[in-house]
């Protein structure tokens, strides 16, 4: 059975870090990209991060380069997302995601319940 399980969200102010977790059981991380995606109200879900299957490759939605770091233990089923100098146009649902496919296209398939980020200002 697929798991994605998020933790860390909660309540900070503009400025402060935070730092995701979403342990993943079920799927060979070997062979899967992990991401992050988020939800604001009233707003669809976007793309935040994602890492390549071995932590070789990364890529960010150009609205957190230089402040959000993804990284992975495949040892651990754990990915991560450290997030710096958050905003409050960073509040949202936090979501983990699996995929197969090539980097850095990977089909999204598997997918956590989510984690509530909110920043206030």
């Known amino acids: 059975q697929v798991q994605l399980v998020e933790s860390g969200g909660g309540l900070v102010q503009a400025g402060e870090s935070l730092r995701l977790s979403c342990v993943v059981s079920?799927?060979?991380?070997?062979?899967?990209?992990l991401g992050w995606f988020r939800q604001a109200p009233g707003k669809e879900r976007e793309f935040v991060a994602k890492i390549s299957p071995l932590g070789r490759n990364t890529d960010y939605a150009e609205s957190v380069k230089g402040r959000f770091t993804i990284a992975r233990d495949n040892a651990k089923k754990t990915v991560i997302l450290q997030m710096n100098s958050l905003k409050p146009e960073d509040t949202a649902v936090y979501y983990c995601?699996?995929?197969?496919?090539?980097?850095?296209?990977?089909?999204?398939?598997?997918w956590g319940q989510g984690t509530q980020v909110t920043v206030s200002s």
């Open positions: 079920g799927l060979p991380l070997n062979f899967y990209s």
């Open positions: 995601a699996a995929g197969r496919g090539g980097f850095p296209r990977p089909e999204f398939g598997s």
